[in-house]
């Protein structure tokens, strides 16, 4: 990792391969001079996509990778090394907290979703039934129906849930990861800020949505053993995951051939996961994408 390069070497030829993003983090050994640590990774990422949910944009972040790479990890965390989702949720109450407006109201409600083999599931309410409709309201987007939306009013509250909801996640061992995410997460947060007026007695209120995506990881059958269900599963996860890349790059296309007569087709609906985030993908979002990759990487 150099700056916003990421260098590549084949061990069998020693070829090397450069990759440019926005910024490079190396995060293999917390002894390295070059270590970046969780908190580094809030502060480039969290903060400034918090900053815009305030000003009423719809944000989102999610990390995507090889199954084993680290996706979960950066967003989730383990034990004290807490990830973006815990503290993006954190640092939201001592925003709240610290609001000293006496016409200010801010209210957070959250949603926990995982999409396991193209089927909905809410991780808030484990009883209700496996394969949840989604549709799509006119102004408001996408939606999924009867999904549980929980008001809390602290961080204990939502540190509750998470935990409540990722102990509903699917999760299996392949041959590559012991705890494979055999699902896409999405925890979603939906902010609304009550302005009043005391002299108009009229009121404004602006909602945004932030969405914490931890991806199922990309794999291959033969590298994983998967066989019957886990085939299956993976199949999934990468038509998933293909579409998303398809959205992605429909939407490059389309910024690049602004003013012109002929729009790209964007194609959200070709999996649930891309038409669930269709609203952060495009339109009024700002999105940030963690490419999590790791030294053992180079047999994909």
Not at 36 to 51: C, F, I, K, T, W
Not at 262 to 284: A, H
Request: hydrophobic share 35%.
């Amino acid at each position: 990792m150099k700056d916003n390069q990421t260098i590549i070497t084949k061990p069998d030829d020693q070829t090397t391969k450069s990759f440019a993003f926005d910024k490079s983090y190396w995060s293999a050994n917390k002894e390295d001079d070059n270590y970046a640590s969780q908190r580094v990774l809030y502060n480039d990422l969290g903060e400034e996509l918090l900053n815009h949910a305030f000003e009423g944009y719809n944000t989102c972040i999610f990390a995507y990778g090889q199954t084993g790479s680290g996706k979960s990890y950066s967003m989730m965390g383990y034990g004290e090394d807490k990830g973006i989702i815990p503290l993006t949720c954190n640092e939201l109450f001592n925003r709240i907290n610290a609001n000293n407006e006496p016409n200010l109201k801010i209210n957070v409600q959250v949603s926990y979703m995982e999409i396991y083999c193209e089927r909905v599931r809410d991780l808030l309410n484990p009883k209700a039934k496996g394969n949840m409709k989604v549709r799509e309201h006119p102004s408001m987007g996408p939606y999924v129906e009867d999904l549980s939306k929980l008001m809390v009013t602290s961080f204990a509250d939502i540190e509750a849930l998470m935990d409540a909801g990722n102990k509903s996640r699917t999760v299996a061992a392949t041959n590559m990861n012991e705890t494979s995410s055999r699902s896409h997460a999405v925890f979603t947060l939906i902010l609304t800020q009550v302005r009043s007026d005391a002299e108009t007695k009229m009121s404004t209120e602006k909602v945004s949505k932030i969405s914490l995506v931890d991806l199922a990881g990309s794999e291959r059958a033969d590298s994983t053993g998967a066989t019957g269900t886990r085939l299956k599963e993976g199949a999934n996860i990468n038509k998933s995951l293909t579409t998303l890349g398809k959205v992605i790059s429909a939407l490059a296309e389309q910024s690049t051939k602004r003013g012109k007569k002929k729009d790209e087709f964007v194609p959200y609906r070709d999996s649930i996961l891309t038409w669930l985030l269709k609203d952060s993908l495009g339109g009024n979002s700002k999105t940030a994408m963690i490419a999590a990759i790791s030294p053992a990487d180079y047999d994909e």
